[in-house]
């Protein structure tokens, strides 16, 4: 059983940077993939970034890619997800995710374990 918590989310404006965290207990990442998953009021929610805590392998949206970067720390269990020149259409509720394909969370949003998510909403 994995426990993930994120954190790091709040109030910026336009332009800014975020860096989100998203620790997690219970087991240790390295034979699992990460996803970071946002969604807005009203939206779908959409798959934005993940990584292969292993060997650091990963991939991004396209909405995102440049601006967002995903990273890992395996002696601290957690994986971040820096976010530069943040837009007002980056908010939304950011939950990171745990599964055991990367291909499957990148293609199906698939998971075994989901945070409780955290707000980032980007003022113009």
């Known amino acids: 059983q994995v426990r993930l918590v994120e954190s790091g989310g709040g109030l910026v404006q336009a332009g800014a940077s975020l860096r989100l965290s998203c620790a997690a207990s219970?087991?240790?990442?390295?034979?699992?993939?990460i996803g970071w998953f946002r969604q807005a009021p009203g939206k779908e929610r959409e798959g934005i970034s993940c990584?292969?805590?292993?060997?650091?392998?990963?991939s991004y949206a396209d909405s995102v890619k440049g601006r967002f970067t995903i990273s890992r720390d395996n002696a601290k269990n957690t994986v971040y997800l820096q976010m530069n020149s943040l837009k007002p259409e980056d908010t939304a509720v950011y939950y990171c995710a745990a599964g055991r394909s990367l291909e499957a969370m990148r293609d199906y949003g698939l998971a075994d374990y989901w945070g409780q998510g955290t707000q980032v909403t980007v003022s113009s």
């Open positions: 219970g087991e240790t990442l390295d034979y699992y993939a």
């Open positions: 990584i292969n805590v292993s060997d650091g392998s990963a």
